[in-house]
């Protein structure tokens, strides 16, 4: 009964001005962290993607070390030391490092 007596006092303006905060809540939410996020998640995927042999690289355990073969889309062998060789997930490298 209450909210017909809303409605029929002129609910629908009011209504709209009460959920108008939670929408411009959610829109800088959105441009402020969900949509940086997807463009840093979107650029990682790339650089793993174009990952390849010879690369110096440094995992998220905080390994550095040049790749020596892509086994597959997930593993990759990275050299850490002379004639060591470690299994590494593609997606836990963090950072190519230049060559200068």
Known sequence: M???QALAAGGNSDFLLSIAP??????????????PQ???MKEHRAMVEALSKGDKVITAG???GAITKIEDDKIALVEISENVNVK????????VIKNK
Request: charged share 15%.
């Open 22 to 35: 939670l929408v411009l809540i959610f829109a800088v939410f959105y441009f402020l962290l969900i949509r």
């Open 62 to 64: 905080g390994l550095m």
């Open 88 to 95: 590494v997930v593609r997606s836990t490298i963090t950072e």
């Open 38 to 40: 997807q463009k840093k």
């Open 2 to 4: 209450f909210i017909n």
